[in-house]
C-alpha cells in the first residue's frame, strides 16, 4: 500500500472533514432521517385506505336514477353486469364475492348535484359471471388495441378468491376538480 493516500481519497477526506466541521452529528442523523421518512411516505399518498372514512358522497336527493339500469349516471364507463341487479348494491359487491384489488377508474358527471365524480369500477369476484343486467358504456375509453386506456377487462385474476368474475360495481371515490 502507497503512504500517500491518492486524489480521490484526499479530496474524500477533505470534504468529510469539512461535512464534519459544519453539522453536528445529532443534526446530521435527523436530516437523514426525515429525507427517508419524506421520501418511503411520498409513494402511499394516493392510495386510498380501506379503513378510512370514504369521500363525500351525494346524498339522495342529488343522486338522480336507478342503479339497476345501465343509464344511471355513475355507469358512464362500466363495462359489465350491474352488481346491484345480482344480490349486491352500486358500491358493495353480493354475499359470497370480494372486490377485485385492481379496478377501472373513471369520471362520470352527477346530474343531480353538477360535480363530476371519480368512479371506481371494482369487479367482484370468486362467483360465475351473474348475467343480469349488462351495461357497456364505454364512454371515453378506447379499444383492446389500446391496453391502458380499455375497460374490456376482467381485474380478478390475482384476488384473494380467484379469478372468476361476477359482476361490477361502481364507487365514487373522489370530487373530479
Ligand atoms: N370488468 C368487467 C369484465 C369482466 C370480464 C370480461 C370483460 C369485462
Known amino acids: 500500500m502507497p503512504d500517500t493516500p491518492s486524489p480521490i481519497d484526499a479530496l474524500v477526506e477533505r470534504m468529510a472533514r469539512d461535512m464534519a466541521r459544519r ?5 446530521f442523523i435527523g436530516r437523514v432521517g426525515a429525507l427517508l421518512f419524506s421520501t418511503a411516505g411520498l409513494p402511499l399518498l394516493p392510495v386510498a385506505r380501506g379503513g378510512q372514512p ?7 336527493a342529488t343522486d338522480p336514477g336507478d342503479p339497476q339500469t345501465c343509464e344511471y349516471w355513475r355507469h358512464c364507463a362500466t363495462d359489465g353486469f350491474l352488481c346491484s341487479c345480482c344480490g349486491g348494491s352500486v358500491h358493495s359487491c353480493p354475499p359470497g364475492t370480494e372486490f377485485s384489488a385492481v379496478t377501472w377508474v373513471g369520471t362520470c358527471h352527477n346530474p343531480g348535484d353538477g360535480h363530476d365524480y371519480i368512479i371506481s369500477y371494482n369487479d367482484c369476484c370468486g362467483e360465475s359471471e351473474c348475467g343480469r343486467c349488462l351495461c357497456s358504456r364505454h364512454e371515453d375509453d378506447k379499444p383492446l388495441y389500446v391496453p391502458f386506456k380499455a375497460n374490456d377487462y376482467n381485474w380478478c385474476p390475482g384476488s384473494k378468491v380467484g379469478g372468476a368474475y361476477h359482476c361490477t360495481v361502481a364507487r365514487i371515490v373522489g370530487v373530479a376538480k
Open 54 to 60: 370514504g369521500p363525500a358522497q351525494p346524498d339522495a
Open 23 to 27: 453539522v453536528s452529528r445529532r443534526g
